[in-house]
């Protein structure tokens, strides 16, 4: 226990790059994570509960907030845990008194079922489907470009006027059907052609490369999924 | 906002969401490919460095504080005198100097000595070179003529900056052709020149520049040997030139300065308690205020049953001022008037303890001039040498 006490600090360290190493930190902390949830529900979470997603999503957030200024890693991950246990809390406190289209009915069924099927569900099924198939697809063509999507989260511009830039040099490259081929075929995002053709600074691209790699792979052929999910932004940036 | 789930891991989930954002957020049961709408989006992470910058700050902030504190202590150190030259000729000039050698201050106590050097530029010189400006310049004038001795007093702490002040003053003199009496500086005796000082001796402030007139020309003008006790200008408070007494010659505190110089090489720069870093101990200048009447041949010592100013060692007793001339030591405060000039206590030892009480002032102008010796006899008008131990008076090459 003492010497998984003494490595906590460099698993941590190396869990805030990596993500399978952030999943096993997690994974062998889930008794602390669940002791937790615990506490604050004052009962013992179950597998399907929110609380205990969210107090594991917590868990990460610790991982990756971390410092050896802040302390001890796990009293650190215990009030980062208790704090969005609270703030889901409240979240959730505004839909109180509601009834959940689970719950049994008059009749011992699910009120659900009493409920007309607005959506098909098949339809929702297949469509689920083929969007999993194509982004496990895009993961795939994602690797060769040496890129992965927890980089490309880290990596996509937060503000406005950055995302702006990135979405005209999409654009742009939409445009210029020779500039994807050369994309796919070099494997390498054509930063100076981009940022010319555009009109945009090149060191903004730069900075969001690995993000520009996901978002030209969808412009591409083969993800109209994922390609209708950002269509609007796509149409918006294609308009002068 | 609708959002796209692409990857789902234990503790979180990567969405997209219609602006091509990608996010990341909390995996509440997400399938990939599943589209949401209220995901608990992951908040921006502040860096830690909050508690680093303070601590940065701080350090730097201490790190100023010091250096500017060592340095305001260097500086400190650099303009505090360690030594002082006393040029005695027509015109006195004195000089302090830090413990680099640099001249941090000069001043004459007469007019012509100040007009000359307002002429003169110290500036990044040496001292040696700017005593030999001084001669130069009161050669032209004709206050020093060729082959004349000049009297040179230099006070230091150290015997080996003594030394070097003065091989360089002598080398200097030998340029221009003169000949100089360096000393180390002596107790006032009672001045020969008869004329008490109007002014108490005073704290021996060196030259102030507050312009003591010169004391009387004879006695100054004596520029060879033996500094006579300069008499002190009345009213004007500045210590000419130090008296070499005898050792153990007790200083009139009134005098301003008890130079206590046990002996000579005792004083070069081992005397301290004499002289103060500066000069000044000796010299009997009569310090008094101008203002202030100078009792003739009482010295108002405070008590002082004696006032032999120079009083060997051996004469552990203070002498009796006989011209009122008060123990040796010149209380600090009359003493100098330039700061850091502890005022001598008395002269060497004995009695100038209780000399130091009693305060220097000598009220009297005579006691400037008694203040050299404690018997009467010293002449006040040659310079003391009523105690035959100072070596230096009876080195003193006259011309």
Do not use: W
Request: proline share 10%.
């Amino acid at each position: 226990m003492d010497s998984a006490a003494e490595r906590l600090p460099a698993r941590v360290s190396e869990a805030k790059t990596d993500s399978k190493a952030a999943d096993a930190l997690i994974a062998d902390y889930m008794p602390f994570i669940r002791a937790e949830t615990a506490r604050f529900l004052k009962r013992q979470p179950d597998d399907s509960d929110d609380e205990l997603s969210i107090a594991m999503f917590a868990f990460y957030e610790s991982i990756r907030s971390y410092s050896r200024l802040r302390g001890s890693f796990l009293k650190f991950a215990s009030v980062q845990i208790k704090s969005r246990l609270i703030d889901f809390y409240r979240k959730e406190k505004r839909s109180r008194g509601q009834i959940s289209l689970y719950a049994a009915g008059e009749d011992e069924q699910p009120l659900m079922d009493t409920l007309p099927d607005k959506e098909d569900a098949y339809a929702n099924l297949e469509m689920r489907e083929a969007t999993r198939q194509e982004i496990e697809e895009l993961s795939a063509q994602m690797q060769q470009f040496g890129v992965s999507l927890p980089d490309i989260s880290e990596n996509s511009p937060k503000q406005h006027r950055t995302l702006d830039i990135c979405q005209r040099a999409v654009c742009y490259a939409r445009s210029q059907p020779a500039l994807l081929e050369e994309f796919l075929r070099t494997k390498k995002v054509p930063l100076q052609k981009l940022a010319e053709g555009a009109g945009v600074e090149r060191k903004t691209l730069e900075r969001h490369r690995q993000y520009l790699v996901a978002v030209l792979l969808i412009c591409t052929n083969g993800y109209e999924i994922l390609r209708g999910h950002i269509m609007q932004v796509l149409r918006k940036g294609e308009q002068p | 906002m609708k959002y796209l789930v692409m990857e789902c891991h234990a503790g979180y989930a990567v969405l997209m969401d219609e602006a091509s954002r990608f996010v990341k957020a909390a995996n509440l049961h997400y399938e990939v490919g599943q589209t949401v709408t209220a995901p608990v989006l992951m908040e921006e992470t502040k860096p830690a460095i909050r508690r680093s910058t303070v601590v940065r700050i701080a350090a730097a902030a201490a790190c100023l504080v010091l250096l500017s504190g060592i340095g305001l202590k260097v500086y400190q150190n650099r303009r505090k005198a360690r030594s002082s030259i006393r040029l005695c000729s027509e015109l006195e000039f004195e000089m302090q100097l830090n413990s680099a050698g640099e001249i941090i201050r000069i001043s004459s106590s007469t007019e012509s000595g100040q007009a000359m050097l307002d002429s003169v530029s110290v500036r990044k010189k040496d001292m040696a070179e700017v005593v030999g400006e001084l001669l130069t310049l009161q050669r032209e004038q004709g206050y020093i003529a060729e082959g004349e001795t000049v009297s040179i007093y230099i006070d230091s702490e150290d015997e080996q900056k003594y030394e070097e002040y003065k091989s360089g003053v002598e080398t200097e003199a030998e340029k221009l052709n003169l000949l100089v009496s360096v000393q180390p500086p002596q107790p006032p005796h009672e001045h020969e020149k008869g004329d008490p000082p109007a002014e108490p001796p005073g704290i021996g402030s060196g030259l102030t520049p507050g312009g003591a007139e010169e004391p009387p020309q004879e006695a100054l003008h004596t520029v060879h040997d033996a500094p006579e006790p300069p008499q002190p200008p009345e009213g004007t408070k500045h210590e000419k030139h130090i008296t070499p007494a005898g050792p153990g010659s007790t200083v009139k505190p009134e005098t301003g300065t008890a130079v206590r110089h046990p002996d000579p090489p005792a004083e070069h720069g081992t005397a301290p308690s004499a002289q103060s870093e500066h000069t000044e101990p000796q010299v009997t200048t009569e310090t008094q205020p101008a203002d202030t009447p100078v009792p003739p041949e009482t010295p108002d010592l405070r008590g002082l049953p004696h006032t032999d100013p120079p009083h060997r060692a051996e004469d552990d007793t203070p002498a009796e001022p006989e011209a009122g001339e008060p123990e040796t030591v010149m209380p600090p405060h009359e003493q100098h008037d330039t700061p850091g000039q502890p005022e001598q206590p008395a002269l060497a030892g004995d009695t100038e303890s209780d000399t130091q009480d009693e305060l220097p002032v000598s009220d009297t102008t005579d006691e400037t001039e008694t203040v050299i010796s404690p018997e009467p006899q010293d002449t006040p008008a040659e310079h003391p040498e009523p105690h035959p131990p100072i070596p230096q008076a009876a080195e003193r090459p006259h011309i």
